[in-house]
């Protein structure tokens, strides 16, 4: 089994993505911080913007697969 996928992986869905303090935004927070490469995106069906980034409303509506 390749575990590569899991410890690197080419990008990332916060689904729940918030600025509400907690989980959702300590997640956002951390990843839009880090240096970590390959794309992130946050979902979240009632918000157009979490932290000044694009917030989707569903994993169907995001531009790309998440791998």
């Not at 907690?22 to 157009?48: A, D, H, I």
Request: positive net charge.
């Amino acid at each position: 089994m390749d575990l590569k996928k899991l410890i690197r992986p080419q990008s990332l869905a916060v689904i729940g993505a918030s600025e509400r303090s907690g989980f959702g935004k300590s997640t956002c927070l951390n990843l839009l911080k880090s240096s970590r490469p390959g794309r992130v995106y946050f979902v979240n069906p009632t918000k157009g913007e979490v932290l000044g980034k694009k917030c989707y409303p569903s994993m169907s509506a995001l531009p790309d697969q998440v791998a």
